[in-house]
Structure formats: structure tokens, C-alpha cells
């Protein structure tokens, strides 16, 4: 029936995956024909365009439809329900609420009947009256099949099946280790997960003297040591595959007071592989999920620049061929970049984050047709900014002068 259906306060954002899918009254979305299944770059890049733009759409009231329908539920069932939800709706007794829940759950059914059957990883649907726009979003695409079915009328709309399955962001390993406790963790995009939280079983000082002073202490040690050993052991079986062979994170992050995580990182605990590949240390005062958070917000600079290596480092050989300091030879700007293109001469096609969707597929497609490698570059540093404001967004490093 109608009413505000398993409402969740938290609002999550959608992204359209192919097909002409996104209807509008007004100029705020526009139609956008599929061009077969994007890199994973450019569908994360999509989802998170998509969520700018519906991020803060709102109805008057509980008016917005949205439906989670998996690949094994039935289309004709969902129509029935629909046509049984549009005529309880009619209950309404504002005219305007009515006549927004009734045009939405309309507008959701006559979408669905485009269907002879339910697309292979599901449908998800988006309808409803914003301001002066009637919406319509269906993502019938999406990169993995949707599990949850569902219909919500709510004053916003609901995605976050949707948004969960976009491809993960790269992970992080995190341990925070103090003397009587630690945590194993993992920063998954800007979430902290905490997998594991294991207890020390080191004893606290006594104030014994002579020989028991020195017994107390060569136990508390033994403990400090089987603690150490275990944080390391949980860690290896967190932050490596699952034959044990490859880190299976990008890298590691290591928090805790000063002395205790010196101690730790400076003798062989840890895996040689975890080891080789730990981003920093630092010091942290609680070994909790507390202490999780401390590390992440006190690596920031360090995570930055390690996900941004990979563009920094392109865009460097990309300023040492323009400044004529040593090869490559190199080309920017839409139309010297289109010119390369033609040519077949892009090794590798630099695109801002903040270009059109449409112009990026272009262009990557296009780039990829030729064996070319495409890398998307973040605004959010400074050699980001500099190709976005000073080379149009576009640049490539090339196999040849052309």
C-alpha cells in the first residue's frame, strides 16, 4: 500500500550503466545512448557524475518512487503491483500528493512494460515530481546483479543497492597496536572497516622489586612478543590472498603510541610482504576502532599522494615532453589530442574527472580501439588542476611526433 515503505535515513546516490535511461521534462538530465559496457574507471567516474547530479533531489512529500527489482523477479508481477499501488494511491487526500505518487507509479510501470523480461542483472527505477521536473531514471545495466526487490515511495530517492555495486574502491590495510590491545582494519574508498579486535594478555607493571621486578618483566616481554605475533599472523591472514601469496591490498597503514609500534614495525612480525609495502606509521593513542579512525585521518597526506602516484607520474612525463626536457613527444587540447587519434600516435590519453561523461567515453573509446592506455586524472591535485585549467582537460603522451 502507499505510505513511506522501509524508509532509511541514510541517502545513498545511483548511476546509469547503458541504455537510454534517463528521461526529463526539463534541461537537468539529458538522454544518453549506451555505447557497450565501460572500464571499470569510467563506470565509478559515471556513478559518481550521476550522484552530483542527484545527490539533493527531494519531492514536496512522500512522492518519489523507486523500485529494486533482481533479475529472477517477475516484470508482469511488479506491473500488477504497481497497477494495485497507483489505485491505493488514489486513497491520497491532497490533490497534489496524489496526483505526483500516481503520475510516478505510472511512469514506473509503463517503463517496465518496455521489458519482455527482466534485463540479466535486474532493473532499478527512479521516478517522481522535483520542483518543476517530472523525473525518470531506469538503470537497466548495472555491472553485477542487484539482490534486494523492493518498492519505496519516499521524499527522496533510495540507491543505495545501486551504489554498492559499483566496482570497489581500492583497499587499504589498517593496524593500530597498543600494549594491551589492537585492531586489524581496512579503508575501503572513505570507509573504515574493522575486521578483527584482539585482546593482549600483557600484564600491567608491578611494583615487585629485585629478582620478581625482573621476572615481572621477562613475563610482560614473553606477552608483548605472542601479542605482536598475533596482531602480524591476523594481519597476513587479512591483508593477503587467499593462497597467502600477493598482498591483496594497495597498501598498509600502521598506528599506536610511539614506543609500541617502533617496537612492532622494527623487528620481523609482520610479513616481509605487508612489511616491503607499508605506507607509514604513526602514532595513534588508542588500539580500537577509535584508533582506526586516528590513523586514517592522520594519513591522509600519505593516501593522497599514493593514489595519486599513478596520474602524478604520467602527468610528469607528460610536462617533461612539453617542456622539450627529453621524449615523449606529446600533444593537448581537444583538437591536437583528436589529431593524435586519427593518427594512431596516443600511447597514453590523460582525461580530467571533470570532463563530460559523453566526451570521455568518447575519447577513451576511441583511445582504446588503438591500443592506447587511458588514465583519468583527479582534480584534487595540483598537476590535476593545472591539465584541466590549462590543457582543456585533455593531453596525451604519444608513440610518436606526428
Not at 537510454?20 to 559518481?48: H, I, K, Q, Y
Not at 519531492?59 to 529494486?68: D, K, R
Not at 517530472?134 to 534486494?148: A, C, G, K, M, R
Amino acid at each position: 500500500m502507499f505510505g513511506k515503505v522501509n524508509h532509511r535515513s541514510d541517502r545513498s546516490r545511483a548511476v546509469r550503466l547503458g541504455g537510454v535511461t534517463v528521461v526529463a521534462s526539463g534541461n537537468r538530465f539529458e538522454p544518453s545512448v549506451a555505447r557497450g559496457r565501460m572500464s571499470d574507471d569510467r563506470a565509478d567516474l559515471r556513478l559518481r557524475k550521476r550522484v552530483d547530479e542527484i545527490r539533493d533531489l527531494e519531492g514536496q512529500g512522500t512522492e518519489l518512487v523507486t523500485l529494486f527489482i533482481p533479475p529472477d523477479d517477475n516484470l508482469q508481477s511488479w506491473v500488477r503491483r504497481l497497477s494495485s499501488e497507483y489505485s491505493e494511491a488514489g486513497n491520497i487526500k491532497s490533490k497534489r500528493t496524489r496526483t505526483n505518487v500516481q503520475s510516478a507509479l505510472k511512469k514506473a510501470k509503463n517503463l517496465l512494460q518496455q521489458y519482455k523480461q527482466t534485463p540479466e542483472n535486474g532493473l532499478v527505477v527512479f521516478t517522481g515530481q522535483v520542483d518543476d521536473e517530472f523525473i525518470s531514471l531506469l538503470f537497466d545495466d548495472l555491472p553485477h546483479p542487484i539482490s534486494e526487490s523492493n518498492y519505496i515511495c519516499d521524499d527522496h530517492f533510495h540507491t543505495e543497492p545501486v551504489e554498492s555495486l559499483v566496482t570497489p574502491d581500492e583497499a587499504y590495510g589498517l593496524i593500530v597496536v597498543t600494549r594491551d590491545k589492537a585492531t586489524i582494519g581496512l579503508l575501503v574508498g572513505d570507509r573504515i572497516e574493522t575486521v578483527r579486535e584482539i585482546e593482549s594478555l600483557v600484564m600491567g607493571k608491578t611494583r615487585a622489586g629485585g629478582q620478581s621486578a625482573q621476572r615481572f618483566k621477562r613475563i610482560r616481554e614473553k606477552q608483548k612478543e605472542e601479542h605482536f605475533k598475533d596482531v602480524a599472523a591476523a594481519a597476513a591472514d587479512t591483508f593477503l590472498d587467499d593462497e597467502g601469496e600477493q598482498l591483496d591490498v594497495e597498501g598498509v597503514l600502521i598506528g599506536g603510541t610511539d614506543i609500541t609500534v617502533d617496537d612492532f614495525v622494527s623487528h620481523d612480525w609482520l610479513d616481509y610482504r605487508i612489511k616491503e609495502n607499508t605506507l607509514g606509521k604513526f602514532n595513534v593513542a588508542h588500539g580500537d576502532q577509535t584508533g582506526l579512525k586516528q590513523l586514517v585521518d592522520k594519513a591522509e597526506s600519505v593516501l593522497q599522494a599514493d593514489k595519486q602516484s599513478q596520474a602524478r607520474e604520467l602527468m610528469g612525463r607528460f610536462m617533461q615532453g612539453l617542456r622539450g626536457d627529453a621524449d615523449p613527444a606529446v600533444a593537448y587540447g581537444g583538437e591536437e589530442v583528436d589529431r593524435a587519434l586519427e593518427y594512431g600516435a596516443v600511447d597514453t590519453i590523460l582525461l580530467s574527472e571533470s570532463l563530460d561523461g559523453d566526451r570521455i567515453d568518447d575519447l577513451s573509446e576511441r583511445a582504446e580501439n588503438i591500443g592506447s592506455d587511458v588514465q583519468l586524472v583527479s582534480t584534487a591535485f595540483e598537476e590535476g588542476e593545472q591539465l584541466r585549467n590549462v590543457f582543456g582537460g585533455v593531453a596525451a603522451v604519444l608513440r610518436y611526433e606526428i
